[in-house]
Each structure stands twice: as structure tokens, then as C-alpha cells.
């Protein structure tokens, strides 16, 4: 398993040596960065055509984007975490904080 991870981890580095070259293109690092922002729907319009561009062009990073929702939705059902909004109580920093902290 270890060497597939090495393989998997070195056909997309150097994918994404190659899509920097691409006029407005994310690379598959760039493309992790912006995952949470993504199913947050916190995208802009051009964050957004470059993140769902860059989706259309890189299968590994489409397993990557199924597998992150496929975890979500798991550890919700697994932990019991509602998909309730956090509460306005609660302080921006704090909550910007703890999702630093699992990123």
C-alpha cells in the first residue's frame, strides 16, 4: 500500500507541474487548499470556473475531492455531528480555530 501511496502522490505532483503550465489552471496542491471552501460554497465566480476546470482535467484529484465527501459524510454518521449552522454565540476566531486545527 505504501508504494501505491508514493506512486499516487508522484503522478500528481508531476500533473501539477504540468497544469502550471495552463493559463488559469490550479494545481492538484492548489486544488486541496480550496476543498473546504468548495463544499462550503465560499468559492468566487473565477475561484470556482478554476476549481470545477481543474476538476474536468484531473481524475486523481475527482477521487480525491469523492473520497474528502465520502469521509464527511462518514465521521457525520460515525460522530453523530449535526449539519445544524454553528450556533451565532459562538466566536468567528474560535470556530475558524478548531477548523484550522483538522485541516
Known amino acids: 500500500m505504501k508504494s501505491e501511496s508514493v506512486v499516487t502522490s508522484t503522478v500528481r505532483w508531476l ?38 476546470l481543474h476538476l474536468r482535467v484531473c481524475r486523481e484529484c ?14 457525520k454518521v460515525v460522530l453523530g455531528l449535526p449539519d445544524d449552522p454553528v450556533p451565532e454565540k459562538v466566536p468567528a476566531d474560535l470556530v475558524e480555530a478548531i477548523l484550522k486545527s483538522q485541516r
Open 15 to 52: 500533473k501539477g507541474q504540468m497544469l502550471t503550465r495552463m493559463p488559469g489552471m490550479l494545481t492538484c496542491r492548489e486544488f486541496e487548499d480550496f476543498i473546504l471552501a468548495y463544499l462550503d460554497g465560499e468559492l468566487s465566480r473565477q475561484q470556482l470556473a478554476k476549481f470545477e
Open 62 to 75: 475527482r477521487e480525491y475531492l469523492a473520497s474528502y465527501q465520502r469521509t464527511v459524510e462518514i465521521n
